[in-house]
C-alpha cells in the first residue's frame, strides 16, 4: 500500500536551514507528482510547493519562494523540502502528499504522509 | 493569487443530521474543487475530487458539487467518526485551501 514517511523536523534557530525527506514505498515514486503542505499550530492547512513526476517543473507557495527549494530522488524514492532562512512564522506540521493520479500534476492530493514536525524558535 | 471563502467555520449538529459546507471560490474555477477530512491529530483525507466525484472507499453519506465559484460539500446523515475538520482545496492555479470547517456533534 502507499506510504509516504517525512522525517528531518526538530527545533532550529531563526535564520537557520533545516532539509525534510519523504520516503515513498507502496507505488512507482517517479510517476507522481508530489507536494509539501504545511500547519502551523491550530491553523489550517497551507500549500508549500509541489514538484513534477520527472522533477521538471517546481513551483512554490509566495510565503517560502526563494527560501525553500523541493526536489526529489527518483532513484532513491524520496522527495526532499530544503528550507533556508527559516522564519518563527514557518513553525507548523510539514506533510508530503502524493498526486492523486498517475502522471498529471496539481490536481488532488490523493495520500499524505503524517507530517514532521518543525518547530523555529531562538 | 485565488482565494477559498468556506463557511461556516464551525458547526454542531446531532447525529443522523444533514449537514452542508460551502466553499466560495474569488474566480472562475470550474470543477477544479476538492475536499479533505483531517482528524484531530491526523493527517488529511482526500473524500471528493473535481467537485463530485467521491474518492474510492469513502462512504457514499458524502458529497460534493458545485461549479464555477460556488461549492457545496454534503453529509448526509451526520455519524460520530464524521468529527473532524473539513477543508476545500482549489487547483485552478496552484494549489490554495479554504480556513476549514470545524464539525462537532451537539
Known amino acids: 500500500q502507499v506510504q509516504l514517511v517525512e522525517s528531518g523536523g526538530g527545533v532550529v534557530q531563526p535564520g537557520r536551514s533545516l532539509r525534510l525527506s519523504c520516503a515513498a514505498s507502496?507505488?512507482?515514486?517517479?510517476?507522481?507528482?508530489m507536494h509539501w503542505v504545511r500547519q502551523a499550530p491550530g491553523k489550517g492547512l497551507e500549500w508549500v510547493a509541489v514538484?513534477?513526476?520527472?522533477?521538471?517543473?517546481?513551483y512554490y507557495a509566495d510565503s517560502v519562494k526563494g527560501r525553500f527549494t523541493i526536489s526529489r530522488d527518483n532513484s532513491k524514492n524520496t522527495l526532499y523540502l530544503q528550507m533556508n532562512s527559516l522564519r518563527a512564522e514557518d513553525t507548523a506540521v510539514y506533510y508530503c502528499?502524493?498526486?492523486?493520479?498517475?502522471?498529471?500534476?496539481?490536481?488532488?492530493?490523493?495520500?499524505w504522509g503524517q507530517g514532521t514536525l518543525v518547530t523555529v524558535s531562538s | 493569487d485565488i482565494q477559498m471563502t468556506q463557511s461556516p467555520s464551525s458547526l454542531s449538529a446531532s447525529v443522523g443530521d444533514r449537514v452542508t459546507i460551502t466553499c466560495q471560490a474569488s474566480?472562475?474555477?470550474?470543477?477544479?474543487l476538492n475536499w479533505y477530512q483531517q482528524k484531530p491529530g491526523k493527517a488529511p483525507k482526500l473524500l471528493i475530487y473535481?467537485?463530485?466525484n467521491l474518492e474510492t472507499g469513502v462512504p457514499s453519506r458524502f458529497s460534493g458539487s458545485g461549479s464555477g465559484t460556488d461549492f457545496t460539500f454534503t453529509i448526509s446523515s451526520l455519524q460520530p467518526e464524521d468529527i473532524a475538520t473539513y477543508y476545500c482545496?482549489?487547483?485552478?492555479?496552484?494549489?490554495?485551501f479554504g480556513g476549514g470547517t470545524k464539525v462537532e456533534i451537539k
Open positions: 502528499a502524493r498526486e492523486r493520479g498517475l502522471g498529471v500534476v496539481v490536481t488532488a492530493m490523493g495520500y
Open positions: 507502496g507505488f512507482t515514486f517517479s510517476s507522481y507528482g
Open positions: 514538484i513534477w513526476y520527472d522533477g521538471s517543473n517546481k
Open positions: 474566480q472562475d474555477i470550474s470543477n477544479y
Open positions: 473535481d467537485a463530485s
Open positions: 482545496q482549489q487547483y485552478d492555479n496552484l494549489p490554495t
